[in-house]
């Protein structure tokens, strides 16, 4: 029997139909959308947070960060969704809806007397129109790696999808709500090799993170309030800085998500915060869940899930995990199907031999490619970079027989990292089918069965 997925099915007709017919197709529907659910965008103050990585972990620490100063709101990220008290995962394995779901998940915040919308925009979603009709305030960048490279026909294609957030931000109008106006604002990492690109869209105001000693030269020359961490000290248990003279005590470890927060603390500081209060929110922040997440259930070892899929989260990940007393590292990892940029899978694997003692590659979203193929890619870049099979390598076609494996070879003071999926509720498999899954739960199964 011939099955025709919902991805086959979008390449055939991206075949047959010329591109100028499915853009104005995708920008009618958006336009369509936002008419047909009020506008709701034009009631909030919307920030868009887009790069490659630390996005839903940006938008969460905002989110946050603005609820513990008193603000109600609504967020739509890879990992969950958010309308005011009402919180709950992302199972569809998009990060950006559709436009209609979106233009409704909008509408529902609105509703709900939300005052504020994060919305985590990709690249892909913006290459298909669905940011527009959202009537953007503020546009944040974290950073940008390859990533997504075959889906946009390479780098540059890639960078200005991401880069069409801030011209559709500055081409809009500034917003009053509740007898405040609030202009449109661009938030800038300028310590990324790309920042002088997203500083050059002539937004009315921007703001300008990153660590001391580490600004883009070439970023350094544009007009942008710095929003720079001084003095950066981390810990395996905290992060501590300056801004601006105002002391910040960060709790989720690790430089990526030092840089996660000072991109919501300036989010903020241009929403019209004060720094004292920027830091006092940042102060009760927890680790997001699914990036970075310990998993204890008594062990004498520790166990971690992570999000971490592509090599740039993954180097970040170990130089955290770095600052973290433990032995060995085991690492559970493997990389995803459906034609999402195969380069990477070798590159994780040398990543994974390079740092870990241990390398387990497993399955993770094969869709409709064959899992086996997919670990046996990552499996041969672990080769290359040392992973001796049967001693240090495994390949472990089953997730849950792989943790189950890992959890049981691990000794007191050990370290067991799953990467790849983070607090993902669904694994996705051929013939479009999205199976329940869970990394974090099967951990804990496995650790409970010691």
Same mark, same amino acid.
């Not at 990220?77 to 199972?91: C, I, L, R």
């Not at 809806?97 to 529902?108: D, E, I, P």
């Not at 007397?113 to 305030?137: K, L, M, N, P, W």
């Given at each position: 029997m011939?099955?025709?997925?919902?991805?086959?099915?979008?390449s055939?007709?991206?075949?047959l139909?010329p591109?100028?017919?499915?853009?104005?197709?995708?920008l009618?529907?958006?336009?369509?959308a936002a008419?047909w659910y009020?506008?709701p965008s034009?009631?909030?103050?919307?920030?868009?947070?887009?790069?490659t990585?630390?996005?839903?972990?940006?938008?969460?620490f905002? %989110?946050? =960060?603005?609820?513990?100063m008193?603000?109600?709101?609504?967020w739509?990220?890879?990992?969950s969704?958010?309308?005011?008290?009402?919180?709950?995962? $992302?199972?569809?394995? =998009?990060?950006?809806l559709?436009?209609?779901?979106?233009q409704?998940?909008?509408?529902?915040m609105?509703?709900?007397g939300?005052?504020?919308?994060i919305?985590?925009?990709?690249?892909?979603?913006i #290459?298909?129109?669905?940011h527009?009709?959202i009537?953007?305030?503020v546009?944040? +960048?974290? $950073?940008?790696t390859?990533?997504h490279i075959?889906?946009?026909?390479?780098?540059e294609h890639?960078?200005?999808?991401?880069?069409?957030?801030?011209?559709?931000l500055?081409?809009?109008?500034?917003k009053?709500?509740g007898?405040?106006?609030?202009?449109?604002?661009a938030?800038? $990492?300028?310590?990324?090799?790309?920042?002088? +690109?997203?500083?050059?869209f002539?937004? #009315?105001?921007?703001?300008g993170? %990153?660590?001391?000693?580490?600004? $883009?030269?070439?970023?350094?020359i544009a007009?942008?309030?710095?929003?720079?961490?001084?003095?950066?000290?981390s810990?395996?248990s905290?992060?501590v800085?300056?801004?601006?003279? @105002?002391?910040?005590?960060?709790?989720p470890?690790?430089?990526f998500?030092?840089y996660n927060?000072?991109?919501?603390?300036s989010?903020?500081?241009?929403?019209?915060?004060?720094?004292g209060?920027?830091?006092?929110?940042m102060?009760?922040?927890?680790?997001?869940?699914?990036?970075?997440?310990a998993?204890d259930e008594?062990?004498?070892?520790?166990?971690?899930?992570d999000?971490?899929y592509?090599?740039?989260?993954?180097?970040?990940?170990y130089?955290?995990? %770095?600052?973290?007393?433990?032995?060995?590292?085991i690492h559970?990892?493997?990389?995803?199907?459906?034609?999402?940029?195969v380069?990477?899978?070798?590159?994780?694997?040398?990543?994974?031999?390079?740092?870990?003692?241990?390398?387990i @590659?497993?399955?993770?979203?094969?869709y409709?490619?064959?899992p086996?193929?997919?670990?046996?890619?990552?499996?041969?870049?672990?080769? #290359?970079?040392?992973?001796?099979e049967?001693e240090t390598?495994?390949r @472990?076609m089953?997730?849950?027989?792989?943790?189950?494996?890992?959890?049981?070879?691990?000794?007191p003071?050990?370290?067991?990292?799953?990467?790849g999926?983070?607090s993902?509720?669904?694994m996705? @498999?051929?013939?479009?089918k999205?199976?329940?899954?869970?990394?974090?739960?099967?951990?804990?199964?496995?650790l409970?069965?010691?």
């Amino acid at each position: 029997m011939l099955y025709l997925t919902g991805d086959m099915l979008k390449s055939l007709l991206r075949k047959l139909v010329p591109e100028p017919v499915i853009s104005l197709y995708h920008l009618g529907l958006a336009h369509l959308a936002a008419y047909w659910y009020g506008h709701p965008s034009r009631h909030l103050v919307v920030i868009g947070v887009t790069g490659t990585n630390g996005k839903s972990s940006t938008v969460q620490f905002l %989110g946050r =960060m603005l609820e513990q100063m008193g603000e109600k709101v609504g967020w739509t990220t890879t990992a969950s969704f958010k309308v005011g008290a009402h919180e709950w995962a $992302n199972d569809k394995k =998009m990060t950006m809806l559709g436009r209609f779901q979106t233009q409704k998940l909008l509408q529902a915040m609105v509703l709900n007397g939300c005052g504020y919308a994060i919305v985590e925009t990709s690249s892909q979603g913006i #290459e298909q129109f669905r940011h527009i009709g959202i009537d953007y305030d503020v546009a944040v +960048f974290t $950073n940008l790696t390859p990533e997504h490279i075959e889906a946009h026909g390479g780098f540059e294609h890639y960078k200005k999808a991401k880069g069409k957030l801030f011209s559709h931000l500055e081409e809009g109008d500034d917003k009053t709500i509740g007898g405040r106006t609030f202009a449109k604002a661009a938030v800038v $990492n300028v310590d990324d090799a790309h920042a002088p +690109f997203f500083l050059g869209f002539g937004t #009315e105001r921007q703001y300008g993170f %990153g660590l001391e000693g580490r600004t $883009n030269p070439e970023a350094a020359i544009a007009r942008f309030v710095p929003v720079i961490a001084r003095n950066v000290h981390s810990s395996g248990s905290c992060s501590v800085f300056s801004v601006d003279h @105002v002391a910040f005590h960060l709790k989720p470890v690790g430089t990526f998500n030092v840089y996660n927060a000072l991109a919501a603390a300036s989010a903020c500081r241009a929403l019209g915060f004060e720094w004292g209060a920027i830091a006092k929110a940042m102060g009760k922040l927890a680790s997001v869940p699914g990036r970075l997440e310990a998993i204890d259930e008594g062990q004498p070892f520790t166990a971690i899930v992570d999000y971490a899929y592509e090599p740039y989260a993954l180097k970040a990940l170990y130089d955290a995990v %770095g600052l973290m007393k433990h032995g060995r590292v085991i690492h559970v990892t493997g990389s995803a199907g459906g034609g999402r940029d195969v380069w990477r899978r070798a590159e994780i694997g040398k990543l994974a031999a390079a740092h870990a003692d241990v390398v387990i @590659v497993t399955n993770e979203d094969p869709y409709d490619e064959p899992p086996m193929e997919i670990i046996d890619q990552v499996a041969k870049g672990a080769e #290359e970079a040392g992973g001796v099979e049967g001693e240090t390598l495994f390949r @472990v076609m089953d997730r849950a027989e792989a943790i189950d494996k890992a959890i049981g070879m691990a000794q007191p003071g050990d370290l067991v990292l799953v990467t790849g999926k983070g607090s993902e509720p669904v694994m996705a @498999v051929a013939h479009g089918k999205k199976l329940p899954w869970d990394d974090r739960v099967a951990v804990r199964k496995a650790l409970k069965a010691l």
